[in-house]
């Protein structure tokens, strides 16, 4: 887990253990009772007989049918309309008075600010001038070693260069990327390679990692990696898989191939319900070029419309999934082909053992020192103008975002905008578009690896408002008054993000991913430090130079019933269709894809 440190999990763990009148320390050490179960799996017939007692021949069951009824949320809407005109039309004169008042009394507490004085706070004086990395050591040629305390568990990174890649190259390679773990490679198929991944580790698992420099939003430098992670005890059965994955990968099974792709089309489903405003918010990005714009195609909206066509072709003529396949396999063979850089992260790591069986699974790759820094460059298409648009869909609510070209991390103004945001979100866009617009939830942010500024809102009853709104608040930040608390909360929320405590193995994998990609604790220290010394001058200073509401481009997620009683008038796209019919024909069983890469370790 990289959301808490080490400990606090521990003692979380040990809180759920106590509650239920359990030790918590054996729940902690389980060595005993693995043992236990060991002895009594070693037994003949024991899990055969346990699934019979407790499934095949357990008389409880039952079976429950759902039907989508798709006239619901109207009519809950209609039966709250209502409800609401009949209690208004039964109030008196003095019942219409008091409701007047009781609204005017809401918007004045609203309006209000709360002593929070009387609260004890965090200044910051008492933040930690430099934040702690991870120390690793070179062991071998293209061989880091990370000592940490994974209690038993031992991770093995292995991080390629993409370099230049076509526009048919970043189309295939959410595919080929969100595939690994799930076909066959070499002689076996993908349950017998699913039955060696279970036997032999945890997991086996691959993610892109695409980033501006951070020098230069223009350049952008992407890595491949592939984990796989176990029982230290246990390494010589998986210290090969990755090295084999890459050298033996198939792409030949066809209807498994074809089921990976139906599952990321229904994964992209269930995204617009619970990620809608981050859907939105790549739309936004979508002409900026550069890393920023690629993220609507590569894990975005127009990913779900690539995806829906494959799958169309795919059920139409089962020969193109053959030759998507064959496509995946030629970009997975010059994949193969890159250098490649290791990291070993555990306990266990640093061992003659563990490093001697290590070298010998890569034997065969070329594993420099240090990479070439023009080899990890992957140029991508620059910035075009864009209309804002909308993109309509089965839903109740909106999903509004708007995006700002931004510096990147190195740049003078770059802590500033990251307070920026927070102090945007937490002053102004929570009261203007949560409390008082009705919307679930809003947010400002800056993006180092995207080098944007965006504001999106999540499930939210408002459109042409709530982008009137935003726009004020972009405005609104280039003539804030000085106000020591608000500054304050929002450079603390920053180094809050910057400073997410991580796992052990979290700390090394973030050290070797950081230095790889040119996020290192030199460029981090360096940010890190302007952001505490932000002040309010540099806020305004920055909102008046990036921040024109003029020049935001601006995309919503919504349907056609809301977008046309905004009174808006932009061009929509309606998305989803294809893939609702396909997720009632598979039962909305998500899976497939990555999305694209792991948390921007220095977005705020």
Known sequence: GDRFPFGLELALAATDAWQLGLDPIAVLDQDAAIARLRARALAPGWLAGALGA????????????????????????????????????????AGQAAALAQAAALEARQA???????????????????????????????????????????????????????TRDLELLPLLIGAIGKLGVADRDYTRQA????????????????????????????FAFFEVYGLARKYPDFAHLVAETLAAQRFDET????????????????????????????AALRGFGGRAGLDHRFSGLGRLRWLEDVAERGAADPRSIAALGAELGLLMARLAARPVRLALIGDAADTADVIGRTRDAW??????????????????????????????????????????????ITHADAAALSVAARYLGNAFLHQRIREKGGAYGSRA??????????TTSYRDPRLAETLDDMRAGLAWLATIDDDERHLREAVLRVIADLDRP?????????????????????????????????????????????LDPAGASAAVVTSRELLASSGLGWESEAIGQRGAALAAALGEDSGGEDDGGEDDEVEA
């Open 195 to 222: 039955a060696l991944i279970q036997a032999s580790c945890g997991d086996l698992s691959a993610w892109v990692d695409l980033r501006s420099s951070p020098t230069d939003p223009a350049e952008v430098h992407g």
């Open 445 to 454: 942010a800056y993006s180092a690896s995207l080098a944007a500024f965006t």
């Open 112 to 166: 209000e600010v709360d002593d929070v004085s009387v609260l004890p706070e965090l200044q910051l004086a008492d933040i930690p001038r430099e934040l702690r990395w991870s120390e690793g050591r070179a062991a071998d040629a293209g061989l880091e070693v990370f000592d940490a305390g994974t209690n038993g568990i031992l991770h093995q990174v292995a991080a390629l260069p993409l370099g230049p890649l076509s």
């Open 363 to 408: 034997s065969a790759f070329d594993r420099p020192a240090a990479f070439d820094k023009a080899a990890t460059r992957t140029p991508l298409p620059g910035p075009e103008a864009v209309a804002p648009r909308a993109y309509t869909t089965a839903t109740q609510v909106n999903y509004c975002a708007l995006a700002l070209p931004a510096p990147p």
């Open 255 to 282: 209807d498994r191939l074809r089921e990976i792709i139906e599952q990321a089309v229904v994964g992209m489903l269930q995204r617009i319900h619970y990620g809608g405003n981050a859907l939105a918010e790549l």
């Open 502 to 546: 991580q796992s052990p193995a979290g700390e090394g994998r973030r050290r070797f991913v950081g230095d790889l990609i040119g996020y290192g604790p030199a460029v981090i220290q360096a940010y890190r430090s302007r952001i505490l010394a932000t002040t309010t001058d540099d806020i305004r200073r920055v909102a008046a130079a990036w």
């Open 54 to 93: 407790r499934f095949v021949d357990n008389p409880h069951r039952a079976l429950m049918v759902t039907q989508p009824d798709p006239d619901w949320n109207r009519r809950q809407d209609d039966e709250e309309r209502a409800r609401i005109d009949a209690r208004v039309a039964a109030l008196d004169a």
